[in-house]
C-alpha cells in the first residue's frame, strides 16, 4: 500500500525535481477521484463559499460549514495530505486559532491554513505549538477583498515586495509547512521561493514555484461565469454537464 503523504513529506519537497500538485476538494467523490489522480495535497478551501455554496466571496463561510465539507472530504481517507482553510474570522485571537484548528482537526483536517503573516504570526506559533501542520497563505489575500476592493496582483511596488519577502521568511521560521503565493508578480513569487526553505505553492503568481494549486472547479471548466487569466481548463464541464442533460432529456421523448 502506498505510504500517507503527511506535512513533513510535502515539505520536503521543497528542492526535488517534481513540482508539488494541488488541488481543491470539498467532499468525498472530488477527494477521492484526485487521490485516485495521484494529487498529494488536498485542499477543503474557503472558496467552498463561492463555488460550491454560492455566497458573492469567502468572508460568508463559517466554521461550521468547513467542518461539513472536511468530513465529507475527509470520508474518502485519501493517501493525500488533506488540509482546511481556517475561515474568516476564526483565528482573530490565539485562543480562535487554536480551538477552530482543532475543530478543523477533529473533523478530518490533517493541516489548516491561514491567510496572512506577520499580523498572525502568534496564532500560526500556536496552531504549530498545539501539533498541528500549518499552510500558509500570502499575496492576494480573498478573506480581504472586501476591505481591498478587489483581487489584484501584489508585489509590484517596492514596499509589497519587501512586506512579503519578510512575511514569507516569518511564517516559515514560525513552522509552516508550505506556503500558498496567491496572485503574485512572478518575479517576487520567484524570488520567495528561492529564499525560503519551505515549498511555495502558486497560484496565478509565475511558474517559478515549488508546486501549484487550483480552485478544482477552475480546473475543469465547472465554473463557466467567471474566467480567470491564470487557468486554462482541461475540461468544458459546465458545457457537457448541459449537453449531457438535453441529450437525458431528448431521449425522455414528448
Ligand atoms: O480557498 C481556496 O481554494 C484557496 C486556494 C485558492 C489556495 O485558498
Same mark, same amino acid.
Request: net charge negative.
Given at each position: ?62 466554521i461550521?460549514?468547513m467542518e461539513?465539507?472536511v ?13 482546511a482553510?481556517l475561515?474568516?474570522?476564526s483565528y482573530?485571537?490565539v485562543e480562535m486559532a487554536v480551538t477552530n484548528a482543532r475543530r478543523l482537526v477533529a473533523a478530518g483536517a490533517e493541516a489548516v ?13 500556536a496552531i504549530?505549538r498545539a501539533g498541528i501542520p500549518f ?23 517596492? #514596499? ?79 458545457? #457537457? ?14
Amino acid at each position: 500500500m502506498a505510504t500517507k503523504i503527511t506535512a513533513e513529506a510535502i515539505r520536503a519537497m521543497k528542492g526535488s525535481a517534481e513540482k508539488i500538485a494541488a488541488l481543491t476538494a470539498y467532499d468525498f467523490p472530488m477527494a477521492r477521484l484526485l487521490d485516485e489522480s495521484d494529487i498529494p495535497l488536498l485542499l477543503v478551501g474557503d472558496s467552498v463559499g463561492m463555488v460550491v455554496l454560492g455566497y458573492p466571496d469567502t468572508t460568508h463561510v463559517t466554521i461550521e460549514e468547513m467542518e461539513h465539507h472536511v468530513r465529507a472530504a475527509a470520508r474518502a481517507k485519501p493517501r493525500a495530505l488533506l488540509a482546511a482553510d481556517l475561515p474568516y474570522r476564526s483565528y482573530s485571537t490565539v485562543e480562535m486559532a487554536v480551538t477552530n484548528a482543532r475543530r478543523l482537526v477533529a473533523a478530518g483536517a490533517e493541516a489548516v491554513k491561514a491567510e496572512g503573516g506577520r499580523d498572525i504570526l502568534e496564532q500560526v506559533r500556536a496552531i504549530v505549538r498545539a501539533g498541528i501542520p500549518f499552510l500558509g497563505h500570502l499575496g492576494m489575500l480573498p478573506q480581504h477583498v472586501l476591505e481591498e476592493g478587489g483581487y489584484r496582483i501584489k508585489g509590484k511596488k517596492p #514596499q509589497e515586495r519587501e512586506s512579503l519577502l519578510a512575511d514569507a521568511e516569518s511564517l516559515a521560521s514560525a513552522g509552516a509547512f508550505a506556503i500558498v503565493l496567491e496572485l503574485i508578480a512572478s518575479s517576487v513569487a520567484a524570488e520567495i521561493s528561492e529564499q525560503i526553505d519551505v515549498p511555495t505553492i502558486g497560484i496565478g503568481s509565475g511558474p517559478d514555484c515549488d508546486g501549484q494549486i487550483l480552485v478544482i472547479h477552475d480546473l475543469l471548466g465547472l465554473w463557466p461565469w467567471y474566467t480567470l487569466k491564470h487557468v486554462k481548463p482541461k475540461l468544458n464541464a459546465a458545457e #457537457q454537464i448541459k449537453a449531457a442533460v438535453q441529450e437525458w432529456k431528448r431521449e425522455l421523448g414528448k
